[in-house]
T-cell receptor, first 113, second 114 residues
Framework: DTAVSQTPKYLVTQMGNDKSIKCEQNLGHDTMYWYKQDSKKFLKIMFS???????INETVPNRFSPKSPDKAHLNLHINSLELGDSAVYFC????????????FGQGTRLTVV | GQQLNQSPQSMFIQEGEDVSMNCTSS?????WLWYKQDPGEGPVLLIALYKAGELTSNGRLTAQFGITRKDSFLNISASIPSDVGIYFCAGRSEGSSNTGKLIFGQGTTLQVKP
């Protein structure tokens, strides 16, 4: 069973469209994250949720809206997609016990054309 | 914002050689993690370090938490072709203890020639 799974794996869409990426974890973790990996492979945190509550919002444009219906799911909705949004988006999860071991999904490669 | 300096940026080595890479920070970290990312996949946790001076091994991999709490290194001994990939250090600063936020290094791309 996949621990952190996100869908879709690939997403190609036109500028201006709205799209969503879904993430689910079966590790029993109560904290979930979205990270963005750019073309130079640099990984940067975007959002963090703990028990459905937003903990971190790293000055991400408000076109990006995360939603956590329960602590096992964290979805990312992006409005009015721009060329610069093209990247690989990773979902991750960790427990909330003072340790920061994050487990990552396989990524969603978003290409905006 | 906070940054981790990871070096080297890339390495091209012969199978069987040992590899060393490191990360440094301008601020104190209380957790260091090392990840490996294969093409088309997400980062996979290799080693986690929680105490200054801690030395931890995972098979042929050994990592250490620097005593200044501002650096960490990863060694891979007797490299094999499947070691190819991008290695990332990641750290959590004391100021982020209640958020779980990780700061990542720029990555070290490792290529191994059979």
């Amino acid at each position: 069973d996949t621990a952190v799974s996100q869908t879709p794996k690939y997403l190609v869409t036109q500028m201006g469209n709205d799209k969503s990426i879904k993430c689910e974890q079966n590790l029993g973790h109560d904290t979930m994250y979205w990270y963005k990996q750019d073309s130079k492979k640099f990984l940067k945190i975007m959002f963090s949720y703990n028990n459905k509550e937003l903990i971190i919002n790293e000055t991400v444009p408000n076109r990006f809206s995360p939603k956590s219906p329960d602590k096992a799911h964290l979805n990312l909705h992006i409005n009015s997609l721009e060329l610069g949004d093209s990247a690989v988006y990773f979902c991750a999860s960790s427990s909330w016990n003072g340790y920061a071991e994050a487990f990552f999904g396989q990524g969603t490669r978003l290409t905006v054309v | 914002g906070q940054q981790l300096n990871q070096s080297p940026q890339s390495m091209f080595i012969q199978e069987g050689e040992d590899v060393s890479m490191n990360c440094t920070s301008s601020s104190i970290f209380n957790t260091w993690l090392w990840y490996k990312q294969d093409p088309g996949e997400g980062p996979v946790l290799l080693i986690a370090l929680y105490k200054a001076g801690e030395l931890t091994s995972n098979g042929r991999l050994t990592a250490q938490f620097g005593i200044t709490r501002k650096d960490s290194f990863l060694n891979i001994s007797a490299s094999i072709p499947s070691d190819v990939g991008i290695y990332f250090c990641a750290g959590r600063s004391e100021g982020s203890s209640n958020t779980g936020k990780l700061i990542f290094g720029q990555g070290t791309t490792l290529q191994v020639k059979p």
